[in-house]
């Protein structure tokens, strides 16, 4: 009663290919692939994202010495 065999298990894979089809798995499993990639990412490079933290790019800063301007006249 415990767990399932090897084939249980191929033709739960086959239902399950047969009712979403290998087209919409394939993309799927391209889908979870790219987050997965792009959560390593993130947790691999924490000094970069405290370094833009830090230093805000210089288009903010341009745009805050306008509004400056612009209040001060």
């Known amino acids: 009663m415990?767990?399932?065999s090897i084939w249980?298990?191929?033709i739960l894979l086959v239902i399950v290919a047969l009712v979403f089809g290998t087209k919409?798995?394939?993309?799927i499993g391209e889908d979870v692939g790219q987050a997965i990639k792009g959560?390593?990412?993130?947790m691999a490079d924490p000094d970069d994202q405290a370094q833009?933290?830090?230093?805000?790019p210089a288009q903010a800063d341009n745009a805050?010495?306008?509004a400056d301007k612009v209040?001060?006249?």
């Open 2 to 4: 415990g767990g399932f």
């Open 8 to 10: 249980h298990w191929l």
């Open 24 to 27: 919409r798995l394939r993309n």
């Open 39 to 42: 959560f390593k990412k993130g």
């Open 52 to 56: 833009l933290k830090a230093d805000p």
């Open 64 to 66: 805050q010495t306008k």
């Open 71 to 73: 209040d001060s006249h």
